[in-house]
Each structure stands twice: as C-alpha cells, then as structure tokens.
C-alpha cells in the first residue's frame, strides 16, 4: 500500500532538496508532501520575524534559495497550522525537519523531531567523552550546546554555514578536529550528503547527519 509522508520545515516550501532526500529512504513509492510554517508570508513579513536573542534564533532557507535568522517562538506558533494542514493530507508519518529542540506543540503527537534521533544516536555511540558540533550560526552556539549537555559528555561546536562552499566547509572541519572529538553530530537539517563529505576527511570520526540519520528511521516507521 502506498504511504504517505509529512514534512514540515521551519522555512517555506518547496524545499525539493528536503523532500527529494527524505523520498530515497523512505518505501518505494511513498508519496512526499512537505509544508513550510513560514508558508503564505512575503519576503518582507518574514524579515519581521526577527530573533529575540540566540536562544530565539533559527536558521533556515526561504525557498531553498536565501538564507535567513528567524525567530523560534515565530515558528513555533505558527506550526499548528502546518501539522493540522499535514494531518488533512492525510500523511502516515510526519517529521519535523528541524534539529532544534522544541516544546510540546498542539497535534505533534507521533512527529519525529531529528533532534531526538540524534540525541538517542550520540547518548548511545558516545556515553561519555567529547561530541563535536557542527552548527550554523555561532551564535547558537550556547543554546545549541545546552541542548546536549549530559553527565561525562564535554561539548565542542564549531559554525558552519549549510551555504558554506567545500572549502569553507573543510576549514570548519579542521578547526573541529583540532579539538579532537571522539563523534560528531551535524546539528542542521540543511546539511546535506555532500556537505558530510566535505568534512568527513578532516574529522576522520564517526560523523552524524541529521536529515540521513531521520530518513532511516523514518523507513522504519513507513515499511
């Protein structure tokens, strides 16, 4: 039977890098529907969603095409909408395509939050010593590195912009791994395939991508 699977971002749609990345792990013939909770706002409205502080920022791409800090408690408020919208299409499996960490929100009950994944990934490759991160923005640095923080885990984090070229993305990676970490998460949905082989090299650790590490366990759900 041919499934059905959600995907919200917290930017607008399309994102045809998202889905198309979510569709190969997914069962064959499953059919993507991905919604954006920035959906139906201009350019301008959503220039007006500016942060309140680090702890308040996201990052995301407008389209795929521009990259913007917008503010999480904007986000937040507006996805309700975007699930309820994804329940009606009458979607199997949603996930909610970014690592951030977020609140109980109406109708998320059985969303997968990557954030999770990863978490559950790294609690158990790594039950103590040094994770690495690689994130956006510097200054989600603090935020981020909170949400990870466990007994016996150090935390080191590193920026990375998910626009980076390759060799922008290869020095992030070496400043990394002069700070030695024994795993690495890539704390980003819109870190890709490629930006992992890019930095794979010069962290010569196990490395964790959210939007690969999410679509496995998403085929789970869906076979």
């Known amino acids: 039977m041919a499934r059905t699977l959600g995907v919200i971002t917290i930017g607008q749609s399309p994102r045809n890098d998202i889905a198309a990345l979510f569709a190969q792990h997914a069962p064959p013939g499953t059919k993507v529907v991905l919604r954006g909770?920035?959906?139906?706002?201009?350019?301008?409205?959503?220039?007006?969603?500016t942060p309140e502080s680090g702890a308040d920022t996201l990052y995301t791409r407008l389209r795929g095409e521009r990259d913007v800090k917008i503010s999480k408690k904007a986000v937040i408020a507006r996805s309700p909408e975007t699930i309820a919208?994804?329940?009606?299409?009458?979607?199997?499996?949603?996930?909610?395509?970014?690592?951030?960490?977020?609140?109980?929100?109406?109708?998320?009950?059985?969303?997968?939050?990557p954030s999770r994944v990863l978490?559950?990934?790294?609690?158990?490759?790594?039950?103590?010593?040094?994770?690495g991160?690689?994130?956006?923005?510097?200054?989600?640095?603090?935020?981020?590195?909170?949400?990870w923080v466990r007994p016996g885990l150090e935390i080191v984090a590193e920026a990375l912009a998910p626009s980076a070229d390759a060799g922008?993305?290869?020095?992030?990676?070496?400043?990394?791994?002069?700070?030695?970490?024994?795993?690495?998460a890539m704390d980003c949905m819109s870190y890709t395939p490629l930006t992992k082989q890019h930095v794979k090299p010069a962290l010569g650790v196990p490395t964790?991508?959210?939007?690969?590490?999410?679509?496995r366990v998403l085929r789970e759900m869906l076979d």
Do not use: H, W
């Open 208 to 215: 964790l991508l959210a939007i690969t590490a999410t679509g």
């Open 37 to 49: 909770a920035l959906d139906g706002l201009s350019d301008a409205e959503v220039d007006r969603l």
């Open 168 to 184: 922008e993305a290869e020095a992030a990676a070496r400043r990394l791994a002069a700070r030695q970490p024994d795993l690495v």
């Open 119 to 131: 978490n559950g990934l790294a609690t158990g490759l790594l039950p103590r010593g040094r994770l």
């Open 85 to 113: 919208k994804l329940r009606a299409d009458g979607c199997d499996a949603i996930v909610y395509a970014c690592t951030g960490d977020f609140p109980p929100m109406e109708g998320d009950e059985g969303i997968l939050f």
């Open 133 to 147: 991160l690689l994130i956006p923005l510097i200054e989600q640095a603090e935020k981020l590195t909170s949400k």
